[in-house]
């Protein structure tokens, strides 16, 4: 996560990194367009814009923090590992970030010379008002909001027969 720098001037004041920006969408198009269906990676990348093999990294990240579930073989992919309604948001950063419980402030708490008034305080009680704005909003949250703000869902594919 960053924090913008004083007198930068951005949509808003705190930014994600790609990789936790990455997770948030390709979690979301599980449970929004996959609808408990097994969901590839290659089409997640297609949908979301992101590279493949850059999703497939962060999504190894994800399985291990038991948010998603992996299914090889046809008709496999990535599903989520519990309801929508029961993933929040907190997990999905931490998952890829770290514990918010492992922010600390900058230089370990102890001023360097010269910084003396800097507010190193704030970081912690900081970082603990973030995670539970996180962990209040669920994946489930997501994809309401998006019905509600009309996102199209992907059509899913239809079945193939062979003879």
């Known amino acids: ?3 913008a720098a004083p007198g930068v001037r951005h ?3 705190v930014r994600f990194s790609l990789q936790v920006q990455y997770a948030i969408c ?3 198009d599980i449970a929004y367009n996959g609808q408990g269906a097994p969901v590839q990676i290659r089409v997640i990348s297609e949908r979301q814009l992101i590279p493949a093999r850059y999703l497939e990294q962060i999504f190894q990240r994800l ?3 038991d948010l998603v579930t992996s299914k090889r ?3 496999g992919g990535y599903t989520l590992s519990r309801p929508a309604t029961e993933i929040s948001l907190r997990e999905v950063v931490e998952a890829v970030e770290g514990s918010f419980a492992d922010v600390v402030p900058m230089n370990g708490g102890k001023p360097a010379e010269g910084e003396a008034y800097r507010p190193d305080f704030l970081w912690v009680p900081l ?3 973030i995670a539970e704005a996180l962990a209040e909003t669920t994946i489930e949250t997501l994809c309401r909001d998006a019905a509600e703000a ?3 869902r992907a059509e899913s594919e239809a079945p193939m027969y062979f003879i």
């Open 63 to 65: 399985r291990r923090a």
């Open 127 to 129: 970082a603990h008002r």
């Open 11 to 13: 949509a808003g004041s």
């Open 26 to 28: 390709g979690v979301f």
């Open 1 to 3: 996560m960053v924090v």
């Open 73 to 75: 073989g046809p008709g």
């Open 150 to 152: 009309e996102v199209p």
